[in-house]
């Protein structure tokens, strides 16, 4: 049997050739992920704890029975965040909703590099320009919003944003700064009224 000490030393892709003849082992990767991928769920969707928890429970079990189909050459942070992402469309599907983001559990430096993405670093009350910031990036088409999410929140590369969307790096590229674009217009058309 593996320990947590062990297990905490071996790369994913050991942990997933292990849990082939140990399925309990396959918990250590959910250890290793869930905190993030509850992130992430809440970042792309803003639903409570309860409901990332259940998109989450499901995400874990289809990885567990697809773990077959986990191509090594890959990154299994990838292939995870894949899983989530679709799993939290489904989500969303069955009870048409569409999804939105939520900066509660944000530390100052990602939303700065959103911030600062979206050209809004001078803005001088912090608060105020967090909540615009939210505003707008709920504006923007999903297509988009994962993109700047993946890339600025989750402080993934162009790769690997390519990778978990399934994408060519370009068209990653082209959509972050199509966001970028759109952004600008939302908050300007969302600008406070400042006399000259």
Same mark, same amino acid.
């Given at each position: 049997?593996?320990?947590?000490?062990?297990?905490?030393? $071996?790369? !994913?892709? =050991?942990?997933?050739?292990?849990?082939?003849? @140990? &399925?309990?082992?396959?918990?250590?990767?959910?250890?290793?992920?869930?905190?993030?991928?509850?992130?992430?769920?809440?970042?792309?969707?803003?639903?409570?704890?309860?409901?990332?928890? !259940?998109?989450?429970?499901?995400?874990?079990?289809?990885?567990?029975?697809?773990?077959?189909?986990?191509?090594?050459? +890959? @990154?299994?942070?990838? +292939?995870?965040?894949?899983?989530?992402?679709? @799993?939290?469309?489904? *989500?969303?599907? $069955?009870?048409q909703a569409? &999804?939105?983001?939520?900066? *509660?559990?944000?530390?100052?430096?990602?939303?700065?590099?959103?911030?600062?993405?979206?050209?809004?670093?001078?803005?001088?009350?912090?608060?105020?320009?967090?909540? %615009?910031? @939210? %505003?707008?990036?709920?504006?923007? !088409?999903v297509k988009?919003? =994962?993109a700047v999410?993946? $890339?600025?929140?989750?402080?993934?590369?162009?790769?690997?944003?390519?990778?978990?969307?399934?994408?060519?790096?370009?068209?990653? *590229?082209?959509?972050?700064?199509?966001?970028?674009?759109?952004? *600008?217009?939302?908050?300007?058309?969302?600008?406070?009224?400042? %006399?000259?």
């Open positions: 049997m593996l320990t947590e000490a062990d297990a905490r030393a $071996k790369s !994913d892709r =050991e942990l997933i050739a292990l849990s082939a003849r @140990e &399925p309990e082992v396959f918990l250590y990767l959910v250890r290793r992920y869930e905190d993030r991928l509850a992130r992430f769920v809440r970042r792309i969707s803003a639903v409570s704890a309860e409901d990332a928890e !259940d998109i989450l429970q499901e995400a874990f079990l289809k990885m567990y029975t697809h773990l077959h189909s986990y191509d090594p050459h +890959w @990154e299994f942070s990838s +292939w995870a965040y894949r899983i989530v992402r679709h @799993e939290t469309i489904s *989500a969303f599907r $069955k009870r569409r &999804p939105c983001v939520t900066f *509660a559990d944000l530390g100052d430096e990602a939303v700065s590099r959103l911030a600062s993405f979206a050209d809004m670093a001078a803005e001088t009350d912090q608060t105020l320009g967090r909540e %615009r910031l @939210e %505003r707008a990036l709920n504006k923007l !088409d988009y919003r =994962e999410v993946l $890339k600025f929140l989750e402080d993934k590369t162009y790769d690997e944003i390519a990778d978990i969307l399934k994408l060519p790096p370009g068209t990653v *590229a082209t959509r972050i700064n199509r966001a970028k674009k759109k952004l *600008a217009g939302i908050l300007r058309l969302t600008a406070p009224y400042v %006399r000259s």
